[in-house]
């Protein structure tokens, strides 16, 4: 029966002190106002669709969770809405349990063994052999009937799959390389890695097992899967339990915040159970064999709809199959319809099982949300959110089997789920970054290599559309960079600012009035809050911000009050977005643009003493006695306070050296800049000088990108030196190839078989045969001979 699309029921508008907030809404593919159904207008119920915890989250994980922690927050600190936020772990499915058994498996395996012997190559061949058999047909096709040896693989894989590998689609057409090529290459790395442990004759068991266990993971389990008891839950969730940690510790990295309400699917079997069993009752479900199937085509003629969210996709066989999981390879033609899909599976040989009215069983994919979320939440949601990859077949499925639970009738069925939000992705060189496919970087080794700080990976998510797809690009690294650059700026200038006011209880000689800026700022709150209502439109907040620091910074004479207050702003919204996990309130600005704490003692008096002694040397005349009793450096017996105190000491025996020479002022404005470029610098603090504006140099921790400005600077300067001692050292060379040229006597040059005659200057008069040489040639032999007479007198003069 085919699907007709209902019209999505608004919540009434139950507050007039709603925001006029307006949020895309996957189940109506539009914009729609949001009113949540809270009769005060306060709460708001979400469920999000959590992790399958069997491997670390990736940077496809991030994506997903810090755009909607950005979402949760814009909800909870701007709008101010008590939002009930729910989210489970997936601790059973079919990756997970065929995860969990394969390394429970081949662990026990492998405690039999000591070294890689004879046996164990033996039964790694095999496994070698069949993964390639499955997943790299080429291999196999080519002729041979079988995979190639491990010593052969590189060179059959370069004929087979070297157009792969060099970025062309498998069909080796003009078609754009995707997933699929992106799960051979997953699959080739695994085979070769195993290849090359079989290719070694070394008898070390972790090393040889390490290289191999890609391929031996659903070998050993082939072998073994019928030992393991389903009953023995612990089997699967030892490996689900330490996932879920390590998930929620990179959440708390990134800043994500932990939900309400955390939910495992492991803790509510017998709810599944029952849940199931009410949507059988309701007649919208069969079971066979053991398993329990919705019934799309009863509920569809109750006057239900399915696949409300993707209508498009209700017939896709590959969604379909992907979204049913191990069932997808049996014989399906049991069902009433090719949609209907398993609410709950019997168990097979190695999988966990729960009692059932069926038999023994497991919750199927999509049960086990729709159980839980209605447990929790009851029979309506406010909002329900995750990956758009969910919105076929998982969210469609979940607002049929709940709204099915639910209701006797579809016709009157009420809507589940009022405002589906799906995240975009987060793809590599076109490919969706997945587990799967193992093309993926962790949020915890990207963090670690430096690769990305979790401000920076935000500000990128930030700075892109929720809803939207993302590439990581060149482009869009530098964007990310440049903006929190241009922050970190505003925030030192304004905390400077704040600080050297506190000290004098004065304006700093900034004249108070009013500003342009002001009517910016008020301007630039409004466009914000625009933004905001307009689902969450963060990229439009980027902008608008950056514009006003831009406004900022081409102002001049900026009243002290206005600076305060364009500071306070941003950093209400920064924090806002969760772009400090360590901020402090009342602090001005975020972590990370001041300099340590137990520096400051020392650093900010140091930097005074320096600017006095630069203003003087430039005046022509220094004080320097006068200048190092002004400044005195602090006692500390902290060792790690013991680095800036050297450097303030350092600076002032410098200033008294200097002073016992009665030296030029260049030389003291030289050790002011030694100060600021290596001995602050190793420090890991800068001293940006601000004579121009008529203010002291502001003292900031280095930053990344002046990092790369002295770098690019350095290697500018290294390439020109480079060249110009090339040039040098090809001058040398030039110079002594000719001198070197000039060591033969013009005198001797021409007295060869050539000629037979010459006069008393070595000229030559005739010819081998004993003709007279030519006047025309005798003219040029002149010329040869007066540039050697030239050379030869300069080799002589280099010889005394």
Same mark, same amino acid.
């Given at each position: 029966?085919?699907?007709?699309?209902?019209?999505?029921?608004?919540?009434?508008?139950?507050?007039?002190?709603?925001?006029?907030?307006?949020? %895309?809404?996957?189940?109506?593919?539009?914009?729609?106002?949001?009113?949540?159904?809270?009769?005060?207008?306060?709460?708001?119920?979400? %469920?999000?669709?959590?992790?399958?915890?069997?491997?670390?989250?990736?940077?496809?994980?991030?994506?997903?969770?810090?755009?909607?922690?950005?979402?949760?927050?814009?909800?909870?600190?701007?709008?101010?809405?008590?939002?009930?936020?729910?989210?489970?772990?997936?601790?059973?499915?079919?990756?997970?349990?065929?995860?969990?058994?394969?390394?429970?498996?081949?662990?026990?395996?492998?405690?039999?063994?000591?070294?890689?012997?004879?046996?164990?190559?033996?039964?790694?061949?095999?496994?070698?052999?069949?993964?390639?058999?499955?997943?790299?047909?080429?291999?196999?096709?080519?002729?041979?009937?079988?995979?190639?040896?491990?010593?052969?693989?590189?060179?059959?894989?370069?004929?087979?799959?070297?157009?792969?590998?060099?970025?062309?689609?498998?069909?080796?057409?003009?078609?754009?390389?995707?997933?699929?090529?992106?799960?051979?290459?997953?699959?080739?790395?695994?085979?070769?890695?195993?290849?090359?442990?079989?290719?070694?004759?070394?008898?070390?068991?972790?090393?040889?097992?390490?290289?191999?266990?890609?391929?031996?993971?659903?070998?050993?389990?082939?072998?073994?899967?019928?030992?393991?008891?389903?009953?023995?839950?612990?089997?699967?969730?030892?490996?689900?339990?330490?996932?879920?940690?390590?998930?929620?510790?990179?959440?708390?990295?990134?800043?994500?915040?932990?939900?309400?309400?955390?939910?495992?699917?492991?803790?509510?079997?017998?709810?599944?159970?029952?849940?199931?069993?009410?949507?059988?009752?309701?007649? &919208?479900?069969?079971?066979?064999?053991?398993?329990?199937? %919705?019934?799309?085509?009863?509920?569809?003629?109750?006057?239900?709809? %399915?696949?409300?969210?993707?209508?498009?996709?209700?017939?896709?066989?590959?969604?379909?199959?992907?979204?049913?999981?191990?069932?997808?390879?049996?014989?399906?033609?049991?069902?009433?319809?090719?949609?209907?899909?398993?609410?709950?599976?019997?168990?097979?040989?190695?999988?966990?099982?729960?009692?059932?009215?069926?038999?023994?069983?497991?919750?199927?994919?999509?049960?086990?949300?729709?159980?839980?979320?209605?447990?929790?939440? !009851?029979?309506?949601?406010?909002?329900?959110?995750?990956?758009?990859?969910?919105?076929?077949?998982?969210?469609?499925?979940?607002?049929?089997?709940?709204?099915?639970?639910?209701?006797?009738?579809?016709?009157?069925?009420?809507?589940?789920?009022?405002?589906?939000?799906?995240?975009?992705?987060?793809?590599?060189?076109?490919?969706?970054?997945?587990?799967?496919?193992?093309?993926?970087?962790?949020?915890?080794?990207?963090?670690?290599?430096?690769?990305?700080?979790?401000?920076?990976?935000?500000?990128?998510?930030?700075?892109?559309?929720?809803?939207?797809?993302?590439?990581?690009? !060149?482009?869009?690294?530098?964007?990310?960079?440049?903006?929190?650059?241009?922050?970190?700026?505003?925030?030192?200038?304004?905390?400077?600012?704040?600080?050297?006011?506190?000290?004098?209880?004065?304006?700093?000689?900034?004249?108070?009035?009013?500003?342009?800026?002001?009517?910016?700022?008020?301007?630039?709150?409004?466009?914000?809050?625009?933004?905001?209502?307009?689902? &969450?439109?963060?990229?439009?907040?980027?902008?608008?911000?950056?514009?006003?620091?831009?406004?900022?910074?081409?102002?001049?004479?900026?009243?002290?009050?206005?600076?305060?207050?364009?500071?306070?702003?941003?950093?209400?919204?920064?924090?806002?977005?969760?772009?400090?996990?360590?901020?402090?309130?009342?602090?001005?600005?975020?972590?990370?643009?001041?300099?340590?704490?137990?520096?400051?003692?020392?650093?900010?008096?140091?930097?005074?003493?320096?600017?006095?002694?630069?203003?003087?040397?430039?005046? !022509?005349?220094?004080?320097?006695?006068?200048?190092?009793?002004?400044?005195?450096?602090?006692?500390?017996?902290?060792?790690?306070?013991?680095?800036?105190?050297?450097?303030?000491?350092?600076?002032?025996?410098?200033?008294?050296?200097?002073?016992?020479?009665?030296?030029?002022?260049?030389?003291?404005?030289?050790?002011?800049?030694?100060?600021?470029?290596?001995?602050?610098?190793?420090?890991?603090?800068?001293?940006?000088?601000?004579?121009?504006?008529?203010?002291?140099?502001?003292?900031?921790?280095?930053?990344?990108?002046?990092?790369?400005?002295?770098?690019?600077?350095?290697?500018?300067?290294?390439?020109?030196?480079?060249?110009?001692?090339?040039?040098?050292?090809?001058?040398?060379?030039?110079?002594?190839?000719?001198?070197?040229?000039?060591?033969?006597?013009?005198?001797?040059?021409?007295?060869?078989?050539?000629?037979?005659?010459?006069?008393?200057? !070595?000229?030559?008069?005739?010819?081998?045969?004993?003709?007279?040489?030519?006047?025309?040639?005798?003219?040029?032999?002149?010329?040869?001979?007066?540039?050697?007479?030239?050379?030869?007198?300069?080799?002589?003069?280099?010889?005394?």
């Amino acid at each position: 029966m085919a699907a007709v699309q209902p019209e999505w029921h608004s919540p009434p508008a139950t507050s007039e002190k709603l925001p006029k907030l307006s949020i %895309y809404n996957s189940l109506t593919r539009t914009k729609t106002p949001f009113h949540p159904r809270d009769p005060s207008g306060e709460k708001v119920s979400w %469920y999000a669709c959590g992790p399958t915890v069997y491997d670390d989250a990736h940077l496809g994980h991030a994506r997903n969770y810090v755009s909607t922690d950005i979402i949760r927050r814009i909800m909870e600190d701007y709008f101010k809405f008590k939002v009930n936020f729910v989210m489970n772990t997936t601790d059973v499915d079919d990756k997970i349990i065929l995860a969990a058994r394969q390394q429970h498996l081949l662990s026990k395996w492998l405690v039999k063994y000591k070294e890689a012997n004879q046996e164990v190559r033996d039964t790694t061949k095999k496994a070698y052999e069949a993964y390639v058999g499955k997943n790299l047909p080429l291999l196999i096709e080519d002729g041979a009937g079988s995979a190639p040896a491990p010593e052969g693989f590189e060179d059959a894989v370069t004929k087979l799959y070297g157009h792969v590998l060099a970025g062309k689609s498998l069909a080796n057409d003009a078609s754009p390389p995707g997933d699929k090529e992106a799960k051979v290459k997953m699959h080739l790395n695994t085979a070769r890695s195993a290849a090359s442990a079989l290719a070694t004759t070394a008898g070390d068991l972790d090393t040889f097992a390490t290289k191999a266990t890609g391929v031996l993971l659903p070998y050993i389990d082939s072998l073994e899967k019928h030992t393991v008891n389903g009953k023995d839950h612990e089997i699967f969730t030892k490996l689900t339990k330490k996932y879920e940690q390590r998930f929620f510790d990179d959440m708390s990295a990134l800043n994500v915040r932990y939900p309400d309400k955390l939910t495992r699917v492991t803790e509510y079997g017998p709810q599944i159970v029952e849940f199931v069993k009410q949507i059988e009752a309701n007649g &919208f479900a069969y079971d066979h064999e053991g398993s329990v199937y %919705y019934d799309t085509t009863a509920w569809e003629s109750s006057g239900g709809v %399915y696949a409300r969210l993707e209508p498009w996709n209700r017939n896709d066989k590959d969604l379909l199959a992907d979204g049913e999981g191990s069932l997808a390879v049996k014989a399906t033609s049991f069902k009433r319809s090719n949609a209907d899909f398993a609410l709950w599976k019997a168990s097979k040989e190695g999988e966990p099982s729960w009692d059932s009215p069926w038999g023994e069983g497991r919750p199927g994919w999509h049960i086990e949300c729709s159980a839980m979320a209605s447990d929790v939440l !009851g029979k309506q949601i406010d909002i329900h959110s995750g990956g758009i990859d969910l919105a076929f077949p998982h969210h469609d499925n979940e607002l049929a089997q709940s709204e099915a639970f639910w209701a006797k009738c579809g016709k009157d069925s009420e809507q589940w789920v009022n405002y589906f939000l799906h995240m975009g992705h987060l793809s590599i060189q076109g490919s969706k970054m997945s587990k799967s496919l193992k093309n993926f970087t962790t949020i915890r080794e990207a963090l670690a290599k430096g690769d990305w700080t979790p401000r920076g990976l935000r500000i990128v998510f930030l700075l892109g559309a929720w809803r939207d797809g993302l590439e990581i690009t !060149g482009e869009v690294v530098k964007a990310g960079v440049a903006w929190e650059e241009k922050v970190n700026n505003l925030f030192l200038k304004v905390r400077d600012l704040q600080r050297t006011s506190s000290q004098t209880s004065g304006t700093n000689g900034i004249i108070e009035s009013k500003s342009n800026l002001d009517d910016n700022l008020a301007t630039a709150k409004q466009k914000v809050h625009d933004a905001l209502c307009d689902s &969450f439109d963060t990229p439009t907040v980027m902008r608008i911000i950056s514009e006003l620091i831009t406004a900022y910074n081409t102002e001049k004479n900026v009243p002290e009050s206005t600076s305060l207050a364009i500071g306070q702003w941003i950093t209400d919204i920064v924090v806002m977005f969760g772009l400090d996990s360590e901020y402090k309130a009342g602090q001005m600005g975020w972590s990370g643009v001041d300099i340590p704490e137990k520096a400051k003692a020392f650093i900010y008096p140091l930097s005074k003493l320096r600017d006095s002694v630069r203003e003087q040397a430039k005046a !022509g005349t220094v004080n320097a006695k006068a200048l190092v009793e002004s400044e005195d450096v602090p006692a500390t017996e902290d060792a790690s306070c013991q680095p800036y105190a050297k450097a303030f000491s350092d600076f002032k025996q410098s200033v008294v050296d200097l002073n016992a020479k009665d030296s030029a002022a260049k030389d003291y404005l030289a050790i002011c800049d030694r100060l600021r470029d290596v001995s602050l610098w190793d420090l890991g603090i800068y001293l940006e000088d601000r004579d121009s504006q008529g203010l002291p140099a502001l003292v900031r921790p280095l930053s990344q990108s002046l990092r790369q400005e002295r770098h690019d600077r350095e290697a500018i300067a290294a390439s020109k030196a480079a060249a110009k001692a090339k040039a040098q050292a090809d001058k040398e060379a030039a110079d002594k190839e000719r001198l070197e040229k000039g060591k033969q006597s013009h005198l001797e040059m021409f007295k060869t078989a050539e000629f037979s005659d010459w006069d008393a200057d !070595g000229l030559p008069t005739k010819d081998a045969q004993g003709n007279e040489v030519a006047k025309s040639r005798s003219k040029k032999l002149k010329k040869d001979w007066e540039r050697q007479k030239k050379a030869h007198e300069a080799w002589l003069a280099t010889q005394k």
